[in-house]
């Protein structure tokens, strides 16, 4: 299985963007990058997934290059709501089981 | 759409004792998971059932942890005997299954306290 690395924590303001890369050397060409969010008191919830180059949906962007041996989560604009734990995980083909590490605290400040 | 349901959501419970655990997946997720969740750390994975086999359990401990899920949808992990260490929160997750990268909707959890 895939390890992935991310930073323990990032400081953000209302209104920014923010990037959080996760670094994955090691990852197999069958694996997908995923990201989850996960608020206090939740279960973790699915933000976005992808396998190269760029995907985009209504709330986030991820960024894979060429080698995939990374790959950066885009946040635009933040709000203090977006203050949560955001996870990287690689894997999710055939029965792989999802292997979280201890994500990156994102605090959003006023 | 229905989300995935656990109860309880919290539980208190003396050391030796035993807890049961429960999960509504939603309806059509043919692969179910169970994880663990200390306070501080991501979730691991404990059991993971595709309908109503094993995928893998390589994590529960087994001397005390078990699970099952009866007729493919709805399932139960049971602890006995209860240890400090495992105060944590539950949650349960379920997923369309197969070899697609579908992703996870997990339930609220249960947070498990043991005295």
């Known amino acids: 299985l895939a390890k992935t690395t991310q930073p323990i924590s990032m400081d953000s303001y209302e209104g920014q963007e923010v990037n959080i890369t996760c670094s994955h050397n090691?990852?197999?060409?069958?694996?997908?990058i995923t990201w989850y969010q996960q608020f206090p008191s939740q279960g973790p919830r699915f933000i976005i997934q992808?396998?190269?180059t760029k995907v985009t949906n209504e709330v986030a962007s991820l960024f894979i290059p060429a080698d995939r041996k990374s790959s950066t989560l885009s946040l635009p604009r933040v709000s203090l709501s977006d203050t949560a734990v955001y996870y990287c995980?690689?894997?999710?083909?055939?029965?792989?089981?999802?292997?979280f590490g201890t994500g990156t605290r994102l605090l959003v400040s006023p | 759409e229905a989300g995935v349901a656990q109860s309880p959501r919290y539980k208190i419970i003396e050391k030796r004792q035993s807890v049961a655990f429960w999960c509504n997946p939603i309806?059509?997720?043919?692969?179910l998971y169970w994880y663990q969740q200390i306070l501080g750390q991501g979730p691991k994975l404990l059991i993971q059932?595709?309908?109503?086999?094993?995928?893998?359990d390589s994590q529960l401990p087994k001397d005390r942890f078990s699970a099952e899920r009866l007729k493919g949808v709805d399932s139960t992990l049971k602890i006995q005997p209860a240890k400090l260490e495992d105060s944590a929160v539950y949650l349960c997750?379920?997923?369309?299954?197969?070899?697609?990268?579908?992703?996870?909707?997990f339930g609220p959890g249960t947070r498990l306290t043991v005295t």
């Open positions: 059932f595709q309908n109503n086999g094993v995928v893998d």
């Open positions: 090691n990852i197999a060409t069958n694996d997908y």
């Open positions: 309806s059509g997720h043919a692969t």
């Open positions: 995980l690689v894997g999710l083909t055939g029965f792989q089981k999802l292997v």
């Open positions: 997750a379920s997923s369309l299954g197969g070899t697609g990268p579908y992703e996870q909707y």
């Open positions: 992808g396998y190269k």
